[in-house]
């Protein structure tokens, strides 16, 4: 009988035992089949589709015996839920005949049909197959692409896929399939092979017999195979070998088993996609390299295949056997022909096949592939009857292209040769396993030699391949794997049912209710029988085994194997055994840890294994030993653990910690019987013998020693302390010292055992199990479990520290003296201590404590998988303090950016309206030119050091074009921005053109002579400069005529920038101020640019006034207005253009005729007979036409008293071209003699004078909608008519026109694209075609210049009609046009229309773009602005940076506070300083004068509205609500705007008003005149506000929450406390706010005691609710507790205190307050009022328990003596509070003979003691009687 004990205690129990039938066997008898004919009409189609179309009634009668005779089978797998989340359930796959049932289900819920099938043939084999649905064909593509889920039905001549989304495929078969198996990619067949494909002659070679099919649309591809052979060169070839038969097929790793029926050997191969160059060489793109014979077997497959399509095969292949059986069978509509037509399956699916590039190898597929014999028709034989049709010549007919296989099967590994090897030992079965460490087998079972080979395999370190190691050969039946619990469970030849992890045994598998094979007849059974928990009816066991004479007798099942074999002499032994009847026949069907057993009377029976580990706190112990053991011992350790664990009638769950610990102790040497600590456990159930063998079986009936047992067990001591055994009266019992002898001996370990040498690493991961455990609040339980373990391990390695460190967690359940069992001195040597452990137990509160500190800290120990929380508490430490330390250190850069010219930006208000993000400084960085520019060159080898400096100074010279251009924007951005001091000259920013090359920061300059820099490059750039700065100064500020001469330089190289200065002040007003003296001074001086600053300024400061004595300064610098007898002064060229375009500023507007007319010739002046005029005549021209315009602007077909002058046909002559008309007036003198240089003939030159007399024309007739103006602009609409225009003019033109229609405008890219002829909308190249239009009286080139240009004119057209609105269909339309141009810059046939042209269109979109969103800062136009500012080099030159960054400038005009106007004026201006022809490089005037570009100033007006509260004088957001007038575009509307903001154009406004309920309402009427509004605008839009009383601004509560609670509670006074919890719900939804409100803070009648913690809980949720923190109301409640807990001494755990104590070390950090300094207004997670309190409270509770006595206790704890018992919870709340060193630390430091204070202060500096602890502590170590309590 003992016997039998001890073979059960070794077992492992099985648990719930089910009747198991496949359930789709029962769904079958009841699924509508093939007789229901008129079920069958009403099936969804998906079930009716017929593979043979015309097997109809006939088919289905011979059927109806068919659930007699057929067979059946199924699969089953783990669930996969749609979702992705885990699910533990069985999906069961049941095939009989024409029926396939897919059900699921679980223990917990029944099984249910999912999907049934029925197909029309039998269905050979059904399976789940995952496909992808990625165009992507690379192997990288198959990590993350989405896949499509089917269910594979494979028939005789078809298969079917059914995707779970309801899609529907259906592919022919071109060969009769063996099997099919589910890859990682997609299918794969193998072509079953018959006796008679022999093929004639030589030519020929055999058929591949693998094949793959990656998609259902896809091709069936033969598979390649690549070899290596013994020399090392790798062979590739399709795989045509027979005898290859698969056995196995593996997703991940993607792997395939092969067995060689020949050399009866198993192969390994990896399976993947095939590379290109082994694609070339199956398909022989290398015809040189292959010998003649290979050339020819290269073609066979091909021809073999196509000979087959063509209808006449010489060959006698399957395909010709299978074509003669089905066709007859067949109707000549045969569906699966045209399998791949959309007809059968869902078009949806279809995708595969869209795109062109793929289409290539499908579409021939069908032709190529099918058998051309179901085709009736009498032409068939017609074809291949010619003599030569056997050699290959006749089949490479051109038609079709070879197939490209897709998948390659790679040689990884072959099992040795043995010499006795079996005919038929090919693998029954193949299974991966990984053992309880996670090593992988490849395990196959080769039945006819009852064995199972395990095969070790591993990834290689870079992840490419796998390596195969060593074979284990296994007697076994049977196998199966378990992969939940990484084992396998193992049919002996004796029949039991063994359990391995790897190669490594467990124990045998005791099933409940089966017979233990190895017992005879005689032995009792081991268990009454149980009802089974089936899902169906229960039966009893015996009827379900059956017996001798009686056999349930389900339908049969298959033989899956050989019967006969059951006879062999190998089952003799066991002959008592079978007589039983029932045994165990076979396993199947594994998923996770459940697996089906087969019995001899085929009956089944379906088991679970039980887990490793039940319990979480187990698992993660196990888990943490098992990372840090060696693999062998750690599977050793597991195994020893799990055949305890799951010994038959095991522990029940609660015990399952404590069966943990025996057997850890156990296999670590100790004794568990003899040890106190252990031996109390409360086992349910006897502890199995493999932990103790040499306990006896205990005997039936009870002894003594049992209700000693009961004495002393912990049982005991809970009831005794019970209150009923005080009532009752019961005295304790007198309880006998339970054989004393035992504990007074030391116990000793025993150092033979497993894990003995690994006891201090076990020890150091379980503490950091603890550590990690501390942090999750759930598995309090747990840790007090494992302290126990912990202390006793720590005890006994004599780890002082640890056990201290434990006690100050937890005091009560550490003892300070216990049970120590030694470790015999020669042993210890003998223990490993590993390299990570640490003599100080690290510990996770005490490491966050000292980060916060701010002290030095040994790096955390981290086991990965285990410590995630300790991982992520240490990585927020770490990336807090970083955070604050980074953020908080003052920029070092500060000094240098005195200089950028950008520091008296209005910061307050650019914050408020930009608040989101950092854009200013971006703009910022972007705009300045004070800094050297990064020059990032590479140092190819070949370049020598000299030629390298050059390299360099080369790039420099290109990023300067754009430092150069860069003042012009800046001036936009700090557009009067400034108020300059009287006193102190303006300072100028220098313009630094040097450059820095990193690594070393080398100074890269122009000046070193190495290469040519153009002479005079930076002039134009200093004036701009010069500009810039002028125009920061604000024109109310308070300057005068001597402080402009102040800041005239002393050197002359700053002359330039002093010109641009002077222009500036025109520019803002300020030049009037300027004596007329000095004015005549500078322009004696002959300095040509101060002359053109000084008429441009005086001009603009005029602009319109028609000033006499400016006109005269202008006449003397303009030949024309001079009388005609007058002496020639000879004036520079580009101050005569700056006169001129002065004289339009000063007559604008006036229609003055003798202006008009003097203008009007100039515009057409020819060049004089001594070179005078005669270069840069179109910017003269130009300059002309603009005065022109400005003078007679907006005044149409009205100029009065100049019908004579005929002004619009001279300009449209002008424009057009033709014989120049005679000269009238008092100039004529002049033009009599022509050029000796230029020959003009009498004709107009018309590329000189069309661009003024254009713009003079939309200027003329601007906004007045003359349509037959406007028709003489209109584009040229033929071919003819194009060549003759400039293509740039044409941008000219459309903007012309448009501004004359200027309410035509629409902002939408249709009309947009309506200003294009059709001519040229036709030929055009669009912006994406790639295709050229092919057409031989089409220029190309010019009708896609023309394109371009006339888009970016209107373009250019749509900026000016809604510049500075903001309108979005505007922004949307133009932010479409510039990505356009930028991606056709880079497509393919940009060349066509010219980079040069496409950037500049692109430049033009841009600006325009800027011109609507002027002001705003919009995002996109920055980051347009930003992408175009990196580009540099190439087509990028001079002009296109200035229009980038004065786009730039315009997004951000005035720094956000200005605006553009659409008035006529603004619009002039904006033409002059926006002339869409930019130039080429800094001293480029030849178009256009540079300095007409800063004339936008005349365009800008304040429109940024700023509120600011009256009380704080500090700017705020308010909501402001803006009424429209109506217009004939729209009605009256009003519009919500959060100011500051920018208002749009006032004489669009009826009024503005200030919008409550914040802010006092506030109305600014509009319609009775805008002046007042505009003088609030131009002083810097301040508007006054004032809150409401009990209202927040925006800022401090943006959702408007705290003013809700504001109002409801005035101030925080005692009523404040009484506050009505109904008034919360007004500002949170929250319901676990809302009932903590309704529970906890109501007051209700005799409140008594309870009053203090309402009043609390009703400070701490409004505290939680307005600082919008609720999250904290836990934190702040569980504070308050443990507060409470400690001042009733009932503190049994420190956590709460330790986690208080960071909390305050939080507030009271260095980090911490800086914070608070810089941002004082940042929220805080907790109440600043409330952490004194709790500091305060705590401090109290431990000074009075100090002075009750806990002194004397301190002090036995320092001095290493005992103290009582009773106080041990306090001790270690005040040492863990105060930080008290461990005893051990202070000899260290020498405390004896301490006097004073200091001196201890000193000592203790090393100990990081807080000085507080230290004063609690002085009178101890002083030894002085009075307690110095603070």
């Not at 800027?1410 to 087509?1435: D, I, P, W, Y």
Request: hydrophobic share 40%.
């Amino acid at each position: 009988m003992s016997n039998f004990y001890e073979e059960r205690a070794t077992m492992i129990a099985a648990g719930d035992l089910q009747e198991f039938v496949p359930f789709g066997r029962d769904h079958c008898k009841h699924h509508p089949n093939a007789l229901n004919l008129q079920l069958r009409q009403l099936q969804p189609a998906s079930e009716l589709w017929s593979s043979d179309g015309a097997a109809g009634l006939v088919g289905s009668l011979q059927e109806v015996t068919i659930h007699e005779k057929q067979k059946e089978s199924w699969q089953l797998r783990k669930g996969v839920s749609e979702i992705g989340e885990e699910v533990d359930y069985d999906e069961e796959l049941y095939v009989a005949g024409n029926m396939v049932i897919w059900s699921k289900g679980s223990k917990s819920q029944a099984l249910a049909v999912y999907k049934a099938f029925t197909v029309d043939s039998p269905v050979q084999q059904a399976l789940w197959c995952d496909f992808i649905i990625s165009q992507d064909k690379s192997e990288k593509a198959y990590s993350s692409d989405e896949v499509e889920k089917c269910i594979c039905i494979l028939q005789s001549s078809c298969i079917n896929m059914h995707s779970i989304e309801g899609k529907d495929y259906i592919a022919s078969l071109p060969f009769q399939v063996a099997n099919v198996w589910p890859t990682k990619y997609g299918l794969l067949f193998e072509r079953s092979s018959s006796t008679h494909e022999v093929p004639p002659g030589p030519p020929r070679e055999p058929l591949p017999t693998m094949f793959s099919m990656l998609h259902p649309l896809d091709e069936i591809t033969p598979l390649v195979c690549k070899s290596g052979s013994l020399f090392g060169s790798s062979r590739v070839q399709y795989v045509v070998d027979h005898a290859m038969k698969i056995v196995f097929l593996n997703t991940d790793p993607s792997i395939i088993m092969t067995y060689d029926t020949v050399q009866c050997l198993h192969s390994v191969w990896a399976l993947r996609r095939v590379k290109t160059e082994e694609e070339n060489v199956v398909l022989k793109f290398s015809e040189q390299g292959g010998t003649p014979q290979n050339v020819a077997s290269s073609s066979s497959l091909t021809a073999h295949l196509r000979s087959l399509s063509k209808g006449d095969s010489p060959v006698a292949s399957p395909f010709q056997n299978y074509s003669s059986i089905h066709s007859q069978s067949r109707s000549t509509s045969s569906p699966s022909l045209h399998s791949r037509s959309p007809s059968i399956s869902n078009m949806a699916a279809l995708s595969r096949a869209h795109s062109p590039a793929l289409g290539v190898h499908s579409f021939s597929g069908v032709q190529r592939f099918n058998l051309s014999s179901h085709n009736q028709s009498p032409k068939r034989h017609s074809i291949s009857h010619s003599p030569n049709s056997n050699s290959n010549g006749s089949f490479l007919a051109p038609e079709t292209e070879p197939i490209v296989p897709e998948l390659c099967i790679d040689h990884l590994w072959t099992e040795t040769i043995t010499n006795i090897r079996e005919k038929n030992s090919q693998a029954s079965k193949v299974f991966i396993t990984s053992d309880l460490c996670g090593q992988k087998f490849l395990c196959f079972l080769v039945e006819s030699e009852l064995q199972l080979r395990c095969v070790k395999f591993q990834e290689s370190n870079d992840k490419t391949q796998l390596i195969f190691g060593s074979i284990t050969n296994i007697h076994a039946k049977d196998a199966a794997p378990v992969e939940k619990i990484d084992t396998m469970l193992v049919l002996e030849g004796s029949g039991n049912l063994v359990l391995y992890t790897g190669v490594v045994r467990v124990g045998k598998v005791f099933i409940p209710g089966l017979p233990a094979p190895s017992l005879t007849m005689s032995a009792t059974m081991p268990r009454p029988s149980t009802p089974l928990d089936s899902v169906g009816t229960p039966k009893p066991l015996s009827k379900l085994l059956g017996s001798l004479d009686e056999v349930v007798l389900f339908s049969p099942v298959p033989e899956l194997r050989d019967s006969s074999k059951l006879h062999d002499s190998f089952y003799n032994e066991d002959c008592t055994f079978q007589q039983l009847g029932t045994y165990i026949h076979s396993i199947r069907d594994p998923v996770r840890n459940r697996v089906t057993l087969e019995l001899s009377n085929g009956s089944m029976v379906r088991i679970t294994i039980p887990e490793i580990a039940t319990s979480e706190l187990v698992q993660t112990c196990l888990q943490a030993i098992k990372f840090i053991l060696p693999k062998e011992i750690a599977v050793q350790m597991l195994v020893k653990w799990y055949s305890v664990h799951s010994a038959p009638g095991g522990p029940s769950y609660h015990s399952e910690w404590n069966l943990f610990v025996t057997c850890l102790m156990n296999m670590m040497g100790y004794n568990t019987d003899r040890l106190a600590w252990t031996r109390n456990f409360d086992f349910e159930g006897s502890l199995s013998p493999v932990i103790a063998p040499k306990k006896a079986r205990p005997s039936e009936t009870g002894s003594d020693d049992d209700w000693e047992y009961l004495l002393n067990s912990d049982y005991h001591q809970n009831v005794e302390s019970h209150l009923l055994n005080r009532s009752l009266c019961l005295s304790p019992l007198e309880v006998s010292q339970m054989k004393d002898e035992d504990f007074s001996q030391n116990l000793i370990l025993d150092s033979s055992t497993l894990l003995f040498t690994h006891i201090p690493a076990i020890f150091f991961v379980l503490h950091l199990v603890y550590e990690e455990l501390k942090l999750n609040t759930l598995m309090g339980e747990g840790i007090r479990s494992l302290v126990g373990l912990l202390v006793q391990l720590a005890r006994d390695l004599k780890l002082e520290p640890y056990v201290d460190h434990y006690y100050r967690d937890y005091p009560t359940l550490v003892r300070t003296t216990g049970q120590v069992c030694t470790i015999d001195q020669g042993q210890t040597g003998f223990m490993h201590h590993p390299s990570f452990f640490t003599s100080e137990p690290p510990s996770i509160y005490q490491w966050v404590s000292s980060c916060l500190k701010g002290e030095g800290m040994p790096p955390y120990p981290y086991l990965p998988g285990i410590c995630e929380r300790s991982r992520l508490v240490v990585l927020v430490c770490i990336t807090y303090l970083v955070y604050v330390l980074s953020s908080d250190v003052p920029s070092g850069t500060e000094t240098e950016e005195e200089d950028d010219g950008m520091n008296d930006m209005n910061q307050e208000v650019m914050s408020l309206i930009w608040s989101e993000d950092l854009r200013v400084q971006d703009v910022r960085r972007l705009l300045q030119s004070a800094h050297p520019v990064r020059v990032n060159v590479v140092q190819y080898p070949e370049l020598s050091d000299h030629e390298f400096i050059e390299e360099k100074e080369n790039r420099l010279l290109q990023l300067c074009q754009r430092t150069m251009a860069l003042p012009v924007g800046r001036g936009m951005f700090t557009l009067f921005s400034y108020h300059p001091v009287p006193t102190e000259p303006l300072p100028i920013p220098k313009l630094n053109l040097t450059g820095r090359a990193p690594p070393r920061n080398t100074t890269v300059d122009l000046n070193s002579g190495n290469i040519d820099v153009p002479p005079n490059m930076t002039s134009w750039a200093s004036f701009h400069n010069g500009v810039a700065a002028g125009l920061k100064i604000a024109p109310a500020s308070q300057i005068d005529s001597a402080w402009i001469v102040y800041n005239k330089p002393k050197h002359a190289e700053l002359a330039n920038e002093y010109a641009g200065f002077l222009m500036a002040l025109g520019l803002n007003g300020h030049l009037t101020k300027l004596a007329t003296l000095n004015i005549h001074d500078y322009l004696t001086k002959g300095h040509e640019m101060t002359s053109i600053g000084l008429l441009l300024g005086v001009s603009a400061a005029k602009l319109g006034t028609m000033d006499m004595s400016i006109t005269r300064l202008l006449s003397i610098h303009i030949p024309a207005l001079l009388p005609p007898t007058s002496t020639e002064l000879d004036v520079p060229h580009n101050v005569q253009v700056a006169a001129v375009v002065g004289i339009g500023l000063v007559y604008q507007g006036t229609a003055h005729r003798h202006t008009a007319e003097v203008l009007l010739a100039e515009i057409g002046r020819p060049p004089g007979p001594e070179m005078e005029y005669c270069t840069d005549r179109e910017s003269y021209s130009l300059a002309a036409g603009l005065a022109l315009g400005m003078v007679c602007l907006g005044h149409g077909s009205n100029l009065i008293g100049m019908s004579d002058l005929n002004v619009p046909e001279q300009l449209y002559q002008y424009m057009v071209g033709g014989h120049r008309r005679f000269q009238a007036g008092m100039h004529r003198e002049k033009h009599k003699s022509p050029s000796y240089q230029i020959k003009e003939g009498d004709t107009i030159n018309v590329d000189v004078t069309c661009p003024g007399a254009t713009l003079a024309l939309a200027m003329i007739y601007l906004k007045t909608n003359n349509r037959s103006i406007a028709d003489w602009l209109r584009a040229p609409d033929t071919m003819y008519l194009l060549d003759f225009v400039k293509p740039e003019f044409l941008l000219l033109r459309t903007l012309a026109r448009c501004l004359i229609l200027w309410d035509d405008i629409l902002p939408n890219s249709k009309w947009v694209d309506s200003n294009v002829p059709q001519i040229i909308r036709e030929n055009s190249i669009s912006l994406s075609e790639i295709e050229l239009p092919c057409s031989e009286d089409l220029n190309l080139e010019t009708l896609s210049q023309a394109h371009v240009y006339i888009i970016a004119g209107a373009c250019l057209s749509l900026g000016f009609r809604f510049a500075g609105s903001e309108n979005l269909s505007a922004f949307n339309c133009l932010h479409k046009f510039a990505k356009d141009f930028m991606t056709y810059l880079s497509a393919p046939n940009a060349s066509v229309t010219g980079p040069y042209n496409l950037e500049t269109c692109l430049s033009v979109v841009l600006l325009s773009l800027a011109m609507v969103m002027a002001g705003s800062g919009n995002l996109k136009v920055l980051q347009l602005c930003r992408f175009l500012h990196m580009k540099t080099g190439g087509e990028m030159n001079y002009g296109f940076h200035l229009a980038h960054h004065m786009a730039l400038g315009l997004l951000f005009l005035g720094g956000g506070r200005y605006s553009l106007s659409t008035s006529n004026s603004s619009i002039a201006a904006l033409l002059c300083a926006l002339y869409p022809h930019f130039p080429a490089h800094s001293t480029d005037n030849r178009y256009h004068l540079q300095a007409l570009r800063h004339l936008y100033v005349l365009a800008a007006e304040p429109r940024l509205l700023v509120p600011v509260d009256v009380d704080t004088n500090m700017p705020c957001y308010a909501l402001l609500e803006v009424t429209y007038k109506g217009t004939q575009w729209y009605e009256q509307t009003k519009e919500e705007l959060m100011a500051p903001t920018l208002l749009p154009e006032l004489h669009l406004l009826k009024q503005i008003k200030v919008k409550g309920p914040r802010y006092w309402e506030l109305l600014i009427d509009l319609s009775k005149g805008t002046q007042h509004l505009k003088s609030i605008l131009s002083k810097d839009g301040v508007l006054y506000v004032k809150l409401r009383a009990g209202q927040l601004s925006y800022k401090e509560d943006p959702m408007g929450w705290q003013s809700l609670l504001a109002q409801t509670v005035a101030n925080r006074n005692s009523e404040a406390r009484a506050f009505k919890p109904e008034t919360i719900s007004a500002f949170t939804s929250d319901p676990a706010l809302l009932s903590f409100a309704e529970y906890f803070c109501k007051p209700t009648v005799n409140m008594g005691q309870k009053q203090e913690i309402l009043d609390l809980f009703s400070s701490v949720l409004y505290e939680c609710v307005t600082q919008e923190t609720p999250e904290m109301l836990p934190a702040y409640i569980a504070m308050d507790q443990a507060m409470r807990r400690l001042g009733r001494r009932e503190m049994s755990e420190t956590s709460e205190l330790w986690q208080i104590k960071l909390v305050l070390e939080f507030f009271s950090s260095r980090s911490h307050q800086e914070r608070l300094q810089n941002h004082p207004k940042r929220g805080l997670f907790m109440n600043s009022e409330f952490l004194p309190v709790v500091k305060c409270t705590i401090d109290n509770t431990l000074d009075q328990w100090l002075q009750a006595g806990g002194d004397m206790c301190v002090h036995a704890y320092l001095s290493g003596q005992p103290f009582e018992e009773s106080q041990l919870s306090m001790l270690a709340c005040f040492l863990v509070y105060h930080s008290v060193p461990a005893p051990w630390h202070l000899p260290s430091i020498g405390l004896e003979g301490s006097t004073s204070f200091a001196e201890l202060l000193f000592k203790f500096k090393q100990l990081k003691m807080p000085v507080r602890a230290l004063l609690r502590l002085a009178p101890l170590l002083l030894g002085s009687p009075q307690p110095m309590v603070m």
